[in-house]
């Protein structure tokens, strides 16, 4: 029931874009972004909830495709302080507020 | 605006012993959730309160309780415990129980049992 995220790591250089992705195989009501830092918590990114949308956060912008069930969080024009590891949570219809968490994408940004 | 507080932030116990972890959200959250994150099973859901009480429970064992006290401050309980305890919980609040909020996480506190 572990959403699936890929790539499991990315290194870019400031400035580059980078994609991440979430796929379920279960019907989805919502799907959370999070961004951890090392020794840090998890910081809300943004949520999206079924019906397809896509929603942005400065440069950081992500979409769910409802009937594939996944979602894909943008980031352009990476930052420095874009290094961290992203999480999807999952809601699975019928298991509200009980997020089921992706292993991860560790990103890594470089000068 | 204070965000959500861990207490403690580090913890060492023995094998067998029991282990209280606390938390106090965000003011006027209402919804409290517990994450078990370790590096093989990564983030992991416990359980969720939301006003005092228990919505959901996730695949643990019963030695995993929790509780939520009227102010929404919550308490997490481990008995008995085992080496594979050994991990950083985490505590999250909501404004509401919800779906269309997110939730702002502690900072955790790291237990390790020896």
């Known amino acids: 029931q572990q959403p699936v995220q890929s790539p499991q790591a990315v290194i870019l250089r400031e400035g580059e874009d980078a994609v991440i992705n979430c796929s379920s195989s279960?019907?989805?009501?919502?799907v959370h972004w999070y961004r951890q830092k090392h020794g840090e918590a998890p910081v809300f990114l943004m949520i999206?909830?079924?019906?397809?949308e896509q929603k942005g956060h400065d440069k950081i912008s992500a979409s769910f495709n409802e009937k594939k069930q996944q979602s894909s969080l943008y980031l352009t024009a990476s930052q420095l302080s874009y290094s961290g590891t992203y999480f999807c949570?999952?809601?699975?219809?019928?298991?509200?507020?009980?997020?089921?968490f992706g292993s991860g994408t560790q990103l890594t940004v470089l000068p | 605006k204070a965000g959500v507080t861990q207490t403690p932030r580090y913890l060492i116990k023995t094998r067998g012993q029991q282990v209280t972890l606390s938390c106090s959200p965000i003011?006027?959250?209402?919804?409290v959730s517990w994450y078990q994150q370790t590096p093989g099973q990564g983030l992991q859901f416990l359980f969720e309160?939301?006003?005092?009480?228990?919505?959901n429970k996730g695949n643990f064992p019963g030695r995993f309780s929790g509780r939520q006290f009227s102010n929404s401050r919550s308490e997490m309980n481990v008995s008995t415990l085992e080496l594979g305890d050994s991990a950083l919980y985490l505590c999250a609040s909501s404004l509401l129980s919800d779906s269309n909020y997110g939730y702002t996480f502690g900072s955790g506190t790291r237990l390790t049992v020896v």
């Open positions: 309160y939301f006003s005092e009480t228990q919505r």
């Open positions: 999206l909830l079924k019906g397809g």
């Open positions: 003011s006027g959250h209402r919804s």
């Open positions: 279960k019907a989805l009501y919502s």
């Open positions: 949570g999952t809601e699975i219809i019928g298991s509200a507020r009980q997020l089921t």
